[in-house]
């Protein structure tokens, strides 16, 4: 039989893990050794209310099949007290779930600011404050491991929901982030879009689709990245459902320089448009350009083409 993925002796922290993806991170964490923080506020999808009866069932489940378990009622906005949780009921932290979510989609049009303020105190500043609280033991220990929960809305865009999408694609970053600060601690970051039948996604899709989505299936990519045999997947940005896994990157157009003088001119760049979008030469970078070669050789170049003339004066330009 092929060696199993273990946690002995590591406590995980999953955050929203009442139902949906969350539990089935802290069932499965359980069962392979590990001792499992089981933090959820109880409220419903759109954030309102809370009821400890969420994180309790869980723990209940997991100490009945002989694994252990801790129950959190705090909301993700007091990570602190979540992580404080873990220290005291086990003496450490090794690896932390940031996946609490709510939703509240409503067109843009019509977005109101309790919407927006919501979304960013769940998802954005939740998953800061459970990874702020957890950083100082993970650098200590020299071993950490963060999974963050993006959404392919946070990628990609979708209708309703400006502030789910704000909130997710902010996890890209902060996962980015995490990941280059953590390195030298061997703190590992990762950033997930999932996709899964759970309370959020029972309205949108029929059931026969949502049958094929079980979050028990995004849970084996996120036990490999969490592993500590892990030690140089970090940063990166995975797409994960319905048996599907793949990674996602970055791509840059090879790109148009131009010589910056008084020929740069927006006549200038629309002239060489096709350059700025064309990605038959791509790089795949994982950070910004080398902007110093880049202004050097920018200044080698001629004039740029288009005779149009511009100015920062304020001096409305005749029409030529
Ligand atoms: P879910 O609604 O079943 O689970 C979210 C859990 O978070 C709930 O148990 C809820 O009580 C808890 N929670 C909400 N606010 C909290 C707070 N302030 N503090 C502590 N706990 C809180 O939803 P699901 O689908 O399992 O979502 C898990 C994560 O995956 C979320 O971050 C969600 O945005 C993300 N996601 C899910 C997708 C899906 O297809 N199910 C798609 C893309 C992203």
Known sequence: MAEQLRYDGQVVVVTGAGGGLGKAYATFFASRGASVVVNDLGGSFKGEGNDSKAADVVVNEIKAAGGKAVANYNSVEDGDKIIETAIKAFGRIDILINNAGILRDVSFKNMKDVDWDLIMKVHVKGS??????????????????????????????????????AAKLAMVGFTETLAKEGAKYNIISNVIAPIAASRMTETVMPPDVLALMRPEWVVPLVAVLVHKNNTSESGSIFEVGGGHIAKLRWERSSGLLLKCDDTYTPGAILKKWNKVTDFSDPQYPSGPNDFLTLLEESQKLGPNEQGEKIDFTGRVALVT
Request: aromatic share 18%; charged share 15%; proline share 3%.
């Open 128 to 165: 800061y404050k459970c990874a702020r609280a957890a950083w100082p033991h993970f650098r200590k220990q020299k071993f950490g491991r963060v999974i963050n929960t993006a959404s392919a809305a946070g990628l990609f865009g979708n209708f309703g929901q400006a502030n789910y999408s």
